[in-house]
């Protein structure tokens, strides 16, 4: 009989503090399934002095793990692939905490009923940040390639670009309010 083996529960120096405290990037997507793998591709390329001040978390199809992830930090920004018609790089930036609790909370990613769960339970379990932001890449090619599309690759140097703003900004305000 075929045992699937789960990766070690995640954690990180901020998961055991009393107050929350950091940035936390969380990646979510099969990195085998083409295109599904943008989000630890945008990751990989993101500049250094971005991910020096950030917990990274790679979960890939783990969705399960959201919530351990959160645990202990002030704002996390979760990014995964979305698949709502529109053309392949388009960006879709959504505070979750401002709808969280909307009944029938749709995130548009390709995991959604799952990260949308996961997030609804930590919720539950007090864990989630302050503030809390999707970075959802619409995808165009799913198949089983370990590489993304070319028009994907194509728009990778500028998604970064957007995602690398967007993670400055907060530390800003952490810099600020400290």
């Not at 940035?23 to 979510?28: K, M, N, S």
């Not at 989000?39 to 351990?68: I, K, M, Q, W």
């Not at 979750?96 to 995991?111: A, C, F, K, R």
């Not at 370990?146 to 690759?153: R, T």
Request: hydrophobic share 40%; aromatic share 4%.
């Amino acid at each position: 009989m075929y045992a699937r083996k789960l990766p070690p529960v995640p954690t990180c120096r901020h998961s055991t503090l009393a107050e929350p405290t950091g940035l936390c990037i969380v990646t979510v997507g099969n990195s085998l399934r083409g295109d599904d793998g943008i989000s630890v591709a945008l990751c990989d390329n993101l500049p250094e002095r971005v991910l020096e001040d950030a917990c990274r978390f790679d979960l890939g199809p783990f969705t399960s793990y959201l919530s351990d992830c959160l645990k202990g930090h002030r704002a996390a920004v979760i990014i995964d692939s979305t698949c709502d018609g529109r053309s392949p790089g388009s960006v879709t930036i959504m505070d979750l905490n401002g709808v969280l609790d909307q009944p029938g909370l749709n995130i548009n990613s390709t995991h959604g009923l799952s990260v949308a769960d996961e997030l609804k339970l930590a919720k539950q379990l007090g864990t989630l940040p302050r503030r809390l932001i999707f970075f959802g890449v619409e995808i165009g090619e799913v198949n089983w390639k370990d590489k993304i599309s070319p028009a994907l690759e194509e728009k990778l140097p500028q998604l970064v670009l957007n995602l690398a703003l967007l993670l400055e900004r907060i530390l800003e305000t952490f810099r600020k309010d400290a």
